[in-house]
């Protein structure tokens, strides 16, 4: 791999990891929910997720590199906690606010990284086309996320206060 790819690969290297951890992050929270809709809606980003991350590697791989295979430890931690929030809380608020919250994480990441001065024209459009997919999936968790609370705080006998 040439000097003048090495960078772009470590920035895609790090955003592989981080869209294998929202993938992630989307399978656990498909399993921690007991809506139906949701699970559906979360497996459907998870494998989206799982897809960009595969074209990621595929850049990685066209410049030289070799793509990461997998998310963080941080994120794992990350999760772990979600998971006892939610086991706490017990309603699917708590799961849809971590996974937002997970989600704003991604998104600040792949911001970043557009926005890198250093990154080749080419790995940028790349990474365009990828965080305008990562922006779309956090601004549904974002409105799914103000649609529960709007619920919950309308007592609509989803929550209990």
Do not use: C
Not at 137 to 144: A, K, N, P, S, T
Request: proline fraction near 2%; hydrophobic fraction near 40%; charged fraction near 35%.
């Amino acid at each position: 791999m040439s000097n003048a790819n090495r960078h772009d690969v470590h920035v895609l290297n790090g955003l592989i990891g981080a869209t294998l951890d929202s993938a992630d992050g989307y399978r656990d929270a498909a399993g921690g929910t007991a809506d139906p809709g949701h699970r559906a809606l979360f497996e459907r980003r998870a494998d989206e997720r799982r897809a960009l991350a595969d074209e990621l590697a595929a850049a990685v791989r066209q410049l030289g590199g070799e793509p990461h295979a997998d998310g963080s430890i941080l994120a794992k931690a990350q999760r772990a906690f979600a998971d006892v929030k939610h086991a706490l809380l017990r309603d699917e608020l708590s799961v849809v606010e971590a996974v937002e919250a997970a989600e704003d994480q991604v998104k600040a990441r792949f911001e970043k990284a557009v926005d890198d001065p250093a990154i080749s024209a080419t790995t940028r459009e790349t990474l365009r086309r990828a965080w305008d997919r990562i922006r779309d999936g956090h601004d549904q968790m974002r409105d799914l996320k103000h649609r529960l609370q709007g619920q919950r705080d309308a007592g609509s006998g989803l929550y209990p206060r």
